[in-house]
């Protein structure tokens, strides 16, 4: 049996805890749990993003660089100081949660109808100034449903009512909207390369869009997303007629509050899966043809995982060479059999038992380190039970 599992490799390719743990730390606290009982395995730690927290860091990991600090805006208008990074080959990487995310408002202060994307542009602006020919844009986790108005604003653009009077920031205001002017727009992003990296595949209005999926845990209530959905239809016509771009129904436009829809339709950008887009970066698929077992995870698993998230792409990667797929999660919710469809072996909850999610949140790392002792005990016991066979 030992000298099986010596020559066994296991890759540990998980999502950030949102909250507690970065996505390398989880894959440490993995690696260190199945070590209890698989000492001489092989481990390939390879952390994960989606586009969401942690993708600055897992970029810097893979490809090296330097992460830089600005004063930008919150997406209440305070100011904030937030994170980017240049890449060592030159590439600019934002997550657009750094100046607009949901983490930097209390919770009596969400409200999409006021919250703007404005310090995002700031970042993108920032990032132009240093001469950056190419920038990555992660769109997870935002305040905002703005459609990447308050971003455009940053860069120059000026938003009109119907009387001629400058629109106001945030999602509440864009059903105003009579004219867009683009003529103020700092020529040098123009010829910048924009990637926006989604870590949902949602167009931007509708059912499944920014405001119907997304808006109640920004702060919307049942009549704020209905408005809601309602401006960025408006907001997604105007730009039609005006600019010639139909952003309505692009898959993932949806993503951060359509902030990836107003980066097509203002920087010419182009939308990939994050999950995806990070996986190449990394070299995920060429570990995993010759792995043994892969391991993944996130806080929370629940049916949102079809819409993009890094257990999905990990689990269709594997799918392709025939390899066991083992998750571990904080929370898992609702049905979540379609993942077992597609290829999850198993999906374990870190929690031991009734705990409130501040505890939880507290003691995340040994929770995983625990959970990830007991998958390597159950594979130890399967091992040894085929060579006694």
Known sequence: MQCIIKFMKIIICPDSFKGCLGSPEVAMAIQKGMKKFLPDAGYVLAPMADGGEGTVDVLLSAIGGRKHKTVVRDPLGRKIKAEYAILQDGTGVIEMASASGLPLLRMDERNPLITSTYGTGQLILELVKKKVKSILVGVGGSATVDGGAGMAMALGVNFYSESGENLREGGGFLGKLAKIDTSGIN???????????????????????????????????????????????????????????????????????????????????????GSRFIAEKIGLEKNIRDAHLIITGEGRIDSQVRYGKVLLAVIETARKYKKPVIAVCGQISGDIDFLHRSGLSAVFSITPGPVSLEDAMKHSRTLIENTSTQIAGLLRCFYRNNLNS
């Open 187 to 273: 020529r040098d992003i123009l010829e910048t390369k924009i990637t926006v990296l989604c870590d949902v595949n949602n167009p931007l209005t509708g059912r499944y869009g920014a405001s119907r999926i997304f808006g109640p845990q920004k702060g919307a209530d049942g009549k704020m997303v209905k408005l809601l959905d309602r401006n960025l239809r408006h907001y997604a016509g105007i730009i039609r007629k005006q600019l010639k771009k139909d952003i309505e129904h692009i898959a993932g436009s949806g993503a951060a509050g359509g902030l990836a829809a107003g980066l097509v339709a203002f920087l010419n950008a182009d939308i990939r899966d």
